[in-house]
Nanobody, 123 residues
Framework: QVQLVESGGGLVQPGGSLRLSCAASGRTFSSSTIGWFRQAPGKGREFVGAISWGGASTYYADSVKGRFTLSRDNAKNTVSLQMNSLKPDDTAVYYC????????????????WGQGTQVTVSS
């Protein structure tokens, strides 16, 4: 089992940057794919990106490709999401989630979820 806690959200101006962190506990973290999702008010949960258990593979939604970067440190049980060139459309609650399978974009493939962290992009 994996327990996840997100941090790093906040208010940022358009064009700014934020770095979100996902801290995990549990023996199986290092063998888990970690995905990030976001949910804006009135919308469904949307895939943002995912990183494989070893960190060698990443996959991003088209809407964030080239602006967001995932990394992980299995020794510290953390995954980071660096978000640059933020836009108002990036405003959402961001969630990290763990899956024992390979990288997937569907929420149903992720078994463990954090509580989310709010990101607001506004001037």
């Amino acid at each position: 089992q994996v327990q996840l806690v997100e941090s790093g959200g906040g208010l940022v101006q358009p064009g700014g940057s934020l770095r979100l962190s996902c801290a995990a506990s549990g023996r199986t973290f290092s063998s888990s794919t970690i995905g990030w999702f976001r949910q804006a008010p009135g919308k469904g949960r949307e895939f943002v990106g995912a990183i494989s258990w070893g960190g060698a593979s990443t996959y991003y939604a088209d809407s964030v490709k080239g602006r967001f970067t995932l990394s992980r440190d299995n020794a510290k049980n953390t995954v980071s999401l660096q978000m640059n060139s933020l836009k108002p459309d990036d405003t959402a609650v961001y969630y990290c989630a763990a899956s024992y399978g390979s990288i997937r974009t569907d929420v149903t493939n992720y078994h463990y979820w954090g509580q989310g962290t709010q990101v607001t992009v506004s001037s």
